[in-house]
């Protein structure tokens, strides 16, 4: 293959890349003296696994080899001496029949890379690269390298060929991030479920309140590093809109001298009831603070994005995960609210104060469901009907409370889900989230009642859906299998299970 102009597709695909990157990814030569050169030390070796395996069918056809022939497989991370910081992932095939003996003891034996190994035993032999990609990151490489999951990495594969015959078949993998020329931030989120807001009635004084998850799926990974102007990349339209608008916003209130180039790696649909408004916008928000050195509390964060003018429980999932309920805001002449609106249509309201917040039981998963059904309600309809709805009774504002205070959270606390449970299942038709339910379609309450069927204790809507959710400690799969049958008669749709997540966005500076 023509590695330039692999380099150039790689480029457009994944971003800018450094002269150092596009060295690793192009050279023939031996990559441990690059590593040398470029760290400045010694590299060494560790052996993570190795096996004699038989070859496949695709590692045959590399190696020239028949399928079944036994293949020396050998896992090395190539690292600073000394330091143990991981510089490259290696994998490499060689066939038994093809090495010369003592090539092959000093190959199964030792961590000696195999540069070296052909330098000791003279072996004349080149290089010649068969691909280079960019794949997301998995669950082996974020230990290794300190990746965040689907981080992307830079991988090539090549052959070493000697008297004309492929004698070794290696792979080997490094972080987009790693290498680099230029400071970046990178950020990772969680999503949330939120399970309802708790007083649209007022007459206290006090309005809003909520509760809600957080959760591992799915979730927002973004980049963002220096440039002179503020770029977007990645993700859709509408999600580099909102990344466009509040770089400009925190760049201003922050004064910062320069703009900024964010690229969105992983997003995930926006009014769906998952929260991906809130994570998107706060994780733009932290990433530019920390490019410039400033640090700022989350809460100061959301405001700067115009974020949990309403509920706190995305700006509160961000920060530290897990089970939230917030305590809203004061409301009447002269507070924090004087109306009844949603977060999007309160810009410039502190977010709400956690008033508890526990570790949500890691043994109870959460199934999620998403039937492709017209989007929860946004902008102006949202607003709309926030001015219908409210206040809403002051009853079931009350037993809401009740529900949350005796039932739902003893439950979390005391891992207790028939509890739990029992008051999800009853505020779904209370309240503001009694509204929320009445624009939907039937298929949403159906899709719930098709979850409840199958095994799980409770099932709910988050937000105004039309994602719905069930959580369960057992029988998950089964759970999932019933949403996706439900959903293939009636329209489509996506349906995962997810953990929660008892810890807030991540971030690594570069």
Not at 179 to 187: E, G, K
Request: net charge neutral; charged share 25%.
């Amino acid at each position: 293959m023509e590695i330039q102009a692999r380099i150039q597709e790689l480029e457009r695909e994944a971003g800018r890349l450094s002269r150092v990157q596009k060295i690793l990814l192009g050279t023939d030569g031996s990559i441990t003296r690059i590593l040398e050169v470029i760290t400045g030390g010694q590299v060494r070796i560790t052996t993570l696994s190795q096996e004699v395996v038989p070859a496949s069918k695709e590692m045959a056809g590399d190696l020239r080899i028949r399928e079944g022939d036994p293949v020396n497989h050998r896992v090395v991370r190539i690292e600073e001496a000394g330091k143990g910081r991981a510089l490259l992932h290696a994998v490499s095939d060689a066939p038994l029949d093809r090495l010369p003996p003592s090539f092959r003891e000093d190959l199964m034996r030792a961590d000696i890379p195999i540069g070296r190994i052909l330098a000791r035993h003279r072996v004349e032999a080149r290089r010649e690269i068969l691909d280079a990609r960019v794949i997301p990151s998995s669950g082996e490489h974020a230990p290794l390298f300190g990746t965040f999951r689907n981080e992307p990495l830079l991988t090539r594969r090549y052959r070493i060929i000697h008297q004309g015959e492929p004698l070794i078949l290696i792979e080997e993998q490094f972080p987009y991030n790693a290498f680099n020329d230029d400071r970046r931030v990178i950020i990772e989120t969680p999503s949330r479920i939120h399970l309802g807001l708790i007083d649209l009635h007022g007459g206290i004084g006090r309005v809003d309140g909520g509760i809600g998850i957080s959760l591992e799926e799915p979730g927002i990974l973004l980049e963002v590093r220096p440039c002179r102007e503020i770029r977007t990349a990645g993700g859709d339209e509408a999600s580099r809109a909102t990344a466009q608008r509040v770089a400009a916003s925190v760049l201003r209130e922050i004064r910062a001298p320069g703009g900024v180039e964010i690229t969105l790696r992983r997003t995930y649909p926006s009014h769906v009831g998952l929260g991906s408004g809130s994570q998107l916008a706060l994780a733009v928000a932290r990433g530019t603070c920390e490019l410039f050195g400033r640090s700022h509390p989350v809460r100061e964060l959301a405001l700067m994005a115009g974020r949990g003018g309403t509920s706190g429980i995305g700006t509160a999932a961000f920060e530290q995960g897990g089970f939230i309920v917030d305590g809203g805001h004061s409301f009447g002449p002269g507070a924090d609210k004087d109306g009844f609106r949603p977060s999007a249509a309160s810009a410039g309201v502190r977010p709400a104060p956690v008033i508890a917040r526990h570790d949500f039981p890691p043994a109870w998963q959460v199934v999620l469901a998403t039937p492709r059904i017209p989007a929860g309600a946004s902008g102006a309809r949202e607003v709309d009907i926030f001015r219908k709805a409210c206040p809403v009774p002051l009853e079931e504002v009350r037993e809401t409370c009740h529900e949350v205070l005796m039932r739902m959270l003893p439950g979390v606390v005391d891992r207790d889900l028939g509890l739990f449970a029992r008051a999800v299942n009853r505020i779904q038709d209370l309240g503001f989230k009694r509204v929320e339910h009445s624009l939907q379609p039937p298929e949403t309450r159906l899709l719930m009642e098709e979850m409840l069927d199958a095994g799980a204790p409770c099932a709910g809507m988050s937000s105004f859906g039309p994602t719905v959710y069930a959580i369960t400690d057992a029988g998950a799969a089964g759970v999932l299998r019933a949403a996706e049958r439900f959903m293939a008669g009636h329209g489509g749709g996506e349906a995962w299970i997810s953990p929660p997540r008892n810890t807030g966005a991540g971030v690594r500076v570069i």
